[in-house]
C-alpha cells in the first residue's frame, strides 16, 4: 500500500483545486482532511440526498465527498476482510429472521397449517406475487442434453413420417428434435471452488478435477455428453463431490471488501446456464439486463428533472434473498431445479468463524439466504424477484397493471418505480427482509423538492396578501394573520399525510387550501 504522502503528491492538486472551485462546506471539509493525510476521517464522509434542498448543491458534494470512495489502495486503517466477514454473518442474521417471518405463508400455501387471519392480506399480495413470476418465467426449460430421437416401425415396416424402413432395422433413427427451450452449461470467467488464484482460464478448468454438490448429481447425466467430460475421461479425472462453496473477498471500496461465495464448476456451469436464461424472459417482458445500466442512467436523469419516479438502492441485496423467499415466489418446478444447483452451504476459514463456534479448523455454515454473490443465476433471480413485488405493488395501487420498461425499471437492486408508489414498494421490500441504502434512496428527493417549492409558493402567496390587504387598520387583520398560519400548518399536515409523495396531488391540495381562503376573506 503506498504512503499517504505519495498519495497525497499525485492527487493533492487537482482534488484541491476542485474544492476549492466548488467552494462548500463539505469540499472545504475533503480539502483540510487531505491537506493532513486524515484518510480514515476521509472515507467516513457520506452524504445523503433526504438533506438537500437544491440537486446542484447535492450533486457538487457528492462528487468531492466519493472521489476517493472507490479508491482500493487509498491508505486507510480500516480492516476490511473483516467487514465483509461481519457483513456476512449479518446477512445470515438477516435471512434468518425473515425465513422464520415468512415460514407461516409456506404452510399455508401447502395447506399444512391454517392461516393467520391478519396475514390474509399478505397472502394475497404473496399471490398476485407468484403469479406475476410464474407469467415471467414460463415453463420450466428442458434439462438435458440434445439425444437423437428413435421412432419404433409400423407393421408395414414404415416408420411414421420417416420414410420406408425395409424390415432391416427395428428403430428407425430420425434428426435430432430440440426442445421448446434446450439449457446450454457455460463457464464464467471467474474462480471456481477448484481453479483459484491465476488458473481461471478456461483449459484450467477443463483440466482441473471438476467440482460439483450432491444435490446437482442429476446435473451428470447431460455433462456427460459434453466436450469436458470427455476431456475429464480421458485423462481419468472423476468429478469431486463437496458440502457447497467457499467464503472468499474481493476489493470493493477504501471501507471494506466484498464477500463472494466460489462455487463448485459444475454447479456453476449450469448455473450460468439458467441465468441467461433468466435474462431471456426478463427481456421478454421488458427488462433488458444487458443495457441495463445505460437505461438507469438515463431514466434518473429524467426522474430527477420530471420527479414522476423515485429510485430506490437496496443494501446487501445479493445477501439476502432467503430461502423461504424464493420458495415462496417461484413455482414449484423453478424452485426444486434452482435449489438442485445452488450450493446449501458456505465453508468459512477459521479465521472467520464467529467467537461462538466450537469446530475446530474451517467451518461448514448451513445458509439461511438461497443464493450468494459467485451463484451464476443470483443477479438474474433478484432482478426477477424485486421487478413482480414492484409490479403488484404498483398495481394494487394505481388499479392499473405497470408495463415492466415502462412504469417500472428494475436492474438488479436498483429499481426504479412511480414516485407514489415509493412507500408501498418500500413496505414490501423491508417485509421481504431487504434494507434500503440511504445514502442512494432518492425516493424522497422529488418529496424534498415538493416540500420546498410549496413552502416557497405558501410563503409567496402569503408575502402578496398581506402586501396587497388594504393597510387602513392600525395593525394587520388578525383575521389575516390566523389566515397566514392556518396555510402553513394544513400544508404541513397535508405533506406529513401524504408522505411526501405526489406532485400533483399536492399542489391540487394546496390550490384547493388558498381558493378556499380567498374566499373566506373575499379577495
Known amino acids: 500500500m503506498k504512503p499517504y504522502s505519495e498519495v497525497l503528491g499525485q492527487c493533492s492538486s ?10 462548500t462546506p463539505r469540499a472545504l471539509t475533503v480539502a483540510i482532511l487531505l491537506r493532513h493525510g486524515e484518510f480514515d476521517e476521509l472515507a467516513k464522509l457520506e452524504v445523503h440526498p433526504q438533506t438537500y434542498l437544491n440537486g446542484w448543491r447535492y450533486r457538487d458534494d457528492a462528487i468531492v465527498t466519493n472521489l476517493f470512495r472507490k479508491t482500493e489502495d487509498l491508505p486507510t486503517t480500516f480492516d476490511r476482510e473483516a467487514e465483509a466477514v461481519e457483513n456476512f454473518w449479518k446477512s445470515e442474521r438477516k435471512c434468518l429472521s425473515t425465513n422464520m417471518r415468512l415460514a407461516p405463508l409456506l404452510d399455508g400455501f401447502y395447506g399444512e397449517n391454517p392461516m393467520d387471519p391478519n396475514d390474509e392480506g399478505v397472502r394475497r399480495f404473496f399471490d398476485d406475487v407468484r403469479k406475476m413470476v410464474k407469467d415471467i418465467l414460463g415453463p420450466l426449460p428442458e434439462f438435458r442434453a440434445l439425444e437423437p430421437l428413435y421412432i419404433p416401425p409400423t407393421r408395414e415396416g414404415t416408420a411414421a413420417g420417416v420414410g420406408q424402413n425395409k424390415g432391416r432395422n427395428r428403430y428407425v433413427r430420425v434428426s435430432p428434435r430440440p426442445p421448446d427451450v434446450l439449457l446450454e452449461g457455460r463457464f464464467g470467467p471467474g474462480a471456481t471452488y477448484a481453479d483459484r488464484g491465476r488458473y481461471t482460464t478456461l483449459p484450467d478448468k477443463m483440466s482441473s478435477n471438476p467440482t460439483l454438490t450432491s444435490e446437482c448429481w442429476p446435473c451428470l447425466f ?3 455428453g459434453t466436450a469436458w467430460a470427455s476431456a475429464c475421461a480421458a485423462s481419468r479425472r472423476d468429478p469431486t463431490f463437496v458440502s457447497g462453496n467457499r467464503f472468499t473477498t474481493v476489493p470493493k471500496d477504501c471501507r471494506k471488501d466484498r464477500g463472494i461465495a466460489v462455487e463448485p464448476s459444475i454447479n456453476l456451469y449450469y448455473q450460468l446456464a439458467f441465468g441467461r436464461y433468466l435474462k431471456s424472459r426478463l427481456k421478454r417482458s421488458g427488462i433488458d439486463l444487458k443495457e441495463g445500466q445505460t437505461i438507469h442512467r438515463r431514466m434518473a436523469c429524467e426522474a430527477s428533472k420530471s420527479r414522476l419516479f423515485a429510485t430506490l438502492d437496496l443494501s446487501n441485496a445479493s445477501d439476502t434473498v432467503c430461502t423461504n423467499l424464493v420458495k415462496l415466489v417461484l413455482p414449484p418446478t423453478w424452485f426444486e431445479a434452482l435449489n438442485m444447483l445452488r450450493s446449501p452451504t458456505t465453508e468459512i ?4 468463524k464467529p467467537s461462538f463456534s466450537r469446530c475446530e479448523g474451517n467451518a461448514r455454515v448451513l445458509l439461511e439466504k438461497f443464493s450468494s454473490m459467485g451463484n451464476g443465476f443470483t443477479f438474474e433471480l433478484e432482478t426477477l424477484i424485486f421487478l413482480s413485488i414492484c409490479l403488484v405493488a404498483v398495481r394494487q395501487k394505481h388499479w392499473t397493471d405497470p408495463i415492466p420498461g415502462v412504469d417500472v425499471f428494475v436492474y438488479g437492486d436498483d429499481i426504479i418505480i412511480p414516485t407514489d408508489c415509493a412507500e408501498d414498494v418500500i ?3 423491508r417485509y421481504c427482509g431487504f434494507d434500503l441504502n440511504d445514502k442512494n434512496l432518492l425516493s424522497r428527493v422529488p418529496s424534498v423538492r415538493v416540500v420546498a417549492g410549496i413552502i416557497g409558493v405558501a410563503w409567496t402567496f402569503v408575502r402578496t396578501t398581506l402586501r396587497n390587504y388594504p393597510m387602513n387598520h392600525n395593525t394587520i387583520s388578525p383575521l389575516l394573520m390566523a389566515y397566514a ?15 411526501f409523495c405526489g406532485l400533483g396531488y399536492a399542489s391540487w391540495m394546496l390550490y384547493r387550501v388558498i381558493s378556499a381562503g380567498l374566499v373566506a376573506l373575499n379577495i
Open 14 to 23: 487537482p482534488v484541491l483545486a476542485l474544492c476549492e472551485d466548488i467552494g
Open 222 to 224: 447431460q455433462w456427460s
Open 349 to 352: 476459514v477459521k479465521s472467520h
Open 427 to 429: 413496505s414490501a421490500l
Open 485 to 499: 398560519i392556518w396555510v402553513v400548518q394544513t400544508l404541513m399536515v397535508i405533506l406529513t399525510t401524504i408522505g
